[in-house]
């Protein structure tokens, strides 16, 4: 099982960025449907393919982001900190 996600993160990168150096640096980030079970926490490789369709390969900087921005809805959580 591990291995078929590893495979899958790796093949695939990063949609945002395009990493792909290190697969434990991808996520897979839900972006439609229902999320029923974390990828990683799948029974088999059929859950997993059934969870993965609903998602998108992202890099662990880029998921952050994204689900700051455009999930979490307090003013203080979206702010952009200017360097």
């Known amino acids: 099982m591990l291995n078929f996600l590893i495979e899958c993160k790796m093949s695939m990168g990063c949609v945002e960025c395009g990493y792909k150096k290190h697969y434990s640096t991808l996520d897979f980030g839900h972006i439609s449907g229902v999320k029923n079970i974390n990828v990683s926490r799948s029974k ?3 859950q997993a393919k059934k969870e993965i369709e ?3 390969v992202v890099c662990a900087n880029c998921h952050r982001t994204y689900n700051r921005l455009y999930l979490c809805k307090s ?3 979206n702010t952009v900190l200017e360097e």
Do not use: M, N, V
């Open 54 to 56: 609903k998602c998108e």
């Open 44 to 46: 088999s490789i059929a």
């Open 75 to 77: 003013d203080i959580s």
